[in-house]
């Protein structure tokens, strides 16, 4: 019986240490890497995780490396499909030439993330920059212990983000520093039980030899940043470069149904606008607006624009109201084609200024701004084409509706645009 339990304790002991090995033999490399030349992304992130006896938790040990041409720009990863408690690690160029600067920091919601006081531990390993190549390996004590959005090591499916801006100017030790919104991000997963080691002396990962790919790592996104931006700039170049010019003509028309023709119409692109807006808002939320940046102006100027549509609208109402009580313009009358043109002019202006902003092809810019002159001939040549209809039609001439008791509405904003 003594000689069973010896042997039975042996074959634990072998079995507990197959085990061991085992686990180190099958944890392997985790590498997940962007390179996207038209969003001038190239970032990558290794990991592994090692369990830590005397905390009881599991410390992660990280590489990170992006490429940041002329020392320009920030690239980040986060735990969680979201950035609302991400627990996100950052790297950019440092105030010298050969500094790297690593940040830690979360956020709430769509906030610019920053650090807290309550973020775990984490250690510099090694920085070094090779060409415009960043690279920083670090460890961050206790990591699967962060409650928010966080990392399991169990999980084969776990969901990071990474983001990046290509042009915004760190090059500062200050991790604290301020950011701007990302230019490219996205959601991906990795299989976390690939490097978990339960009982190996902890080591930083290194990339692998064969080039900046992914290694047990996946994209998980049916919508790419840019096309949820682009869907901001449909909705907006719809409005303002189509649908509303073609409410202008409408009334300036003198068509029978002209009035019914342009508030048709013009709802329709407040419609479309306050949409756009409202998706850029949701995609850029929390973000500072510096004026002095394009995409500060751009965003500033949408603001004004937002305002400027639910204030039109109200205008043209009181406008008809008062028409039908006096039968003439008021000053009222007066604004609400000012607040019309100004909103049109700017928001032409604030489209080729989102086209800049997302760098587009020159050919892009040519299309808009050929678009916004037909829709400026549109307008422009309405009346006429307006007056040939009547004639045709045996109505009454475009001035001659205004001159009666009851008068005609459409026809009192053409007069007025000839006046």
Known sequence: ???????????WVTLTALVGVFSSITAA?????RVDESLRTDQCLALSTFHNETTNSNDFYLLLSAKFKNRM?????????TM????????YPGVRDKDVTISLRTTNYHYPPEPSDNMPDYRTIKTWVE???????LVCYGCDQWERNNANITSRTQSWIFSNHYDYVMQTDDVKKPLSLHTDYDVFELDMTVSHYADKTPVAPELIDNGRKSVGAEVNSSWKPSQLFALHGFLLASAFVVLMPLGVAGIRSGHPTAFKIHWVIQLTSVAFAVSGMMWGIYLTWGHPI?????????KALGFTLLISMVLTPMLGYLHHVRYLKIGRATGVTLWHRRFGASSLASGWINVLLGLWIA???ALYFILGIGMMACSSSIIYFAPSWGARFTRAGGTLGEY????????????????EDHM
């Open 1 to 11: 019986m003594r000689f069973l339990s010896i042997k039975c304790s042996a074959n």
């Open 84 to 91: 609302d408690g991400s627990l996100m690690f950052l790297i």
């Open 73 to 81: 720009g920030y690239a980040a990863f986060g735990t969680g499909s």
């Open 131 to 137: 060409g415009d190549y960043h690279n920083a390996q």
């Open 400 to 415: 001659g509706a205004v001159k009666g008791g009851g008068g005609s509405e459409q026809g009192l904003l053409q007069k």
């Open 290 to 298: 510096t004026i002095k940046t394009s995409n500060g102006a751009h």
């Open 29 to 33: 490399q985790l590498q997940f890497c």
């Open 359 to 361: 760098d587009q092809p």
